[in-house]
């Protein structure tokens, strides 16, 4: 197998940059220039994956491009969910299909062998869930449903992103599963912060896990391209 150049070697630290970028102009009074600043990293981290996953099989490689494009569109819409509370809901809608997307790229690699940890995880993660969706439910109004399902659907990609164990080397698991972790915790803090309380620091809390969380999967699946098939 052809192994995928992971050329430029300057990504990461563009990445940063531009991560940094966003973290600086959402603290300003004027927020204008993020909106140049934030569609900026979901935009560079798609063509990263389009130039360096060519090696992976198509379905894989065709999904993910879908998922980081669905991200990129969701960070978009929710720039302007204060303008109007649709755009709050196009941005839901996007980042749903892109964790259904992230769920099926992680199905590839299912272990059909479900272990003792498995289902550890999975009560874990039903339990955060469901904790969650309490504390914040008095607050959601007509949202109800479509957080619930939003919820269930990162849940679903966590546990996923989980079942790769022992399909895929250490590494890209490791990388995947750390990334479906700190996408939950983002959108966590994201909900906390827009239903229940103000978190103080929210902006840098949010985009910080969700850059890093976005990367690590990309950068996971990545890895596959140089592995033997399982």
């Not at 050329?7 to 940063?16: E, N, R, V």
Request: aromatic residues 14%; hydrophobic residues 55%; proline residues 4%.
């Amino acid at each position: 197998m052809v192994k995928p150049q992971f050329k430029p070697s300057y990504f990461l630290p563009l990445f940063i940059v531009l991560v940094i970028l966003d973290l600086i102009t959402g603290s300003l009074e004027n927020g204008s220039l993020r909106h140049f600043t934030k569609p900026l990293i979901l935009f560079s981290l798609l063509l990263y994956f389009a130039f360096n996953g060519r090696s992976l099989d198509r379905p894989t490689y065709l999904l993910m491009l879908l998922a980081l494009f669905c991200s990129w569109l969701g960070d978009s819409f929710l720039m302007y969910d204060t303008i109007s509370p649709h755009y709050f809901m196009l941005g839901l809608v996007s980042f749903l299909i892109a964790h259904i997307l992230y769920g099926l790229v992680f199905l590839r690699r299912w272990n059909k062998s479900t272990s003792t940890a498995f289902w550890v995880v999975l009560f874990l993660l039903v339990l955060y869930g469901s904790v969650l969706f309490v504390q914040l439910k008095d607050n959601l109004g007509e949202l109800s449903i479509p957080v619930i399902i939003y919820v269930s659907a990162i849940l679903l990609m966590a546990l996923t992103a989980f079942n790769r164990r022992n399909r895929v080397s250490s590494e890209g698991f490791r990388m995947v599963f750390l990334g479906a972790i700190l996408f939950v915790a983002s959108d966590s803090v994201l909900a906390i912060n827009k239903f229940l309380i103000v978190v103080p620091y929210s902006h840098i809390l949010v985009m910080g896990t969700y850059a890093c969380a976005q990367f690590l999967i990309t950068k996971g699946i990545l890895i596959q391209g140089i592995e033997q098939p399982k």
